[in-house]
């Protein structure tokens, strides 16, 4: 059964500063990886998608990695700023034989940029 | 209307009573989700209908039922809920085409509260 792992649980930056968010999972036979955003009370807001062929992917200020074989992720968020603030989730999707097409979520990255 | 709309977007309800909620994907996907999003828990998948399977995940309780009349619109069913039943109920869609499944667009939830 597919686990997946985000850490930290919650983290407060100031304004500006780079940051990076981790996310890991135990079975490397995934199908591809995405990064959503959820502020509070709302739905979630896809960040990025990367297929388990690649290794990265970018958008704006937002940089993606994937490392299949040892299970990780990394969330590289440039140059900060307060509407950054938002619960991070990471969610892998499986090969159809195994997983069909369900997404299996981290708990989250709770993000708070002070100005 | 774009994207997945849900209705309503808050509900309180007692533990006798019964109530639908709806979602509506307005993409063309042809595959829906329920999510529930409970307080510190990751996403959990409730149900899945689409034109390769319909899951029904076994832990969900008989008094979450769930219709899909079409490919556009989705219900989740509620009776005689309990208060640990309270959550985020987030709808999804995603396409299902040769590549697999791909495109996952959520709605902003409905927020339930059994009393």
């Known amino acids: 059964k597919q686990e997946v792992t985000q850490i930290p649980a919650a983290l407060s930056v100031p304004e500006g500063e780079n940051l990076v968010l981790n996310c890991s999972f135990t079975?490397?036979?995934?199908?591809?990886l995405q990064w959503f955003r959820q502020d509070p009370g709302k739905g979630l807001t896809s960040l990025l998608l990367?297929?388990?062929?690649?290794r990265e992917q970018t958008s704006g200020r937002l940089n993606a990695s994937l490392d299949k074989s040892s299970g990780r992720s990394t969330l590289y968020i440039a140059a900060s700023q307060p509407g950054d603030s938002a619960t991070y989730l990471c969610?892998?999707?499986?090969?159809?034989?195994?997983?069909?097409?369900?997404?299996?979520f981290g708990e989250g990255t709770q993000l708070t940029v002070n100005p | 209307e774009t994207g997945v709309t849900q209705t309503p977007r808050h509900l309180v309800m007692g533990m006798t009573n019964k109530k639908s909620l709806k979602c509506e994907q307005h993409?063309?996907?042809?595959?829906m989700y329920w999510y529930k999003q409970s307080a510190k828990k990751p996403l959990e998948l409730m149900f899945v209908?689409?034109?390769?399977?319909?899951?029904e995940n076994n832990s969900v309780p008989s008094r979450f039922s769930p219709e899909c009349p079409n490919s556009s619109h989705l219900f989740l069913h509620l009776h005689t809920l309990q208060p640990e039943d309270s959550a985020l109920y987030l709808c999804?869609?995603?396409?299902?085409?040769?590549?697999?499944?791909?495109?996952?667009?959520f709605g902003s939830g409905t927020r339930l509260t059994v009393v």
């Open positions: 999804a869609s995603s396409q299902y085409g040769q590549g697999g499944y791909y495109g996952y667009t």
């Open positions: 079975d490397s036979a995934i199908y591809n």
């Open positions: 990367i297929q388990s062929s690649q």
């Open positions: 969610a892998v999707k499986g090969s159809e034989e195994t997983s069909g097409s369900r997404l299996t």
């Open positions: 993409l063309g996907h042809n595959a």
């Open positions: 209908y689409s034109l390769e399977e319909r899951v």
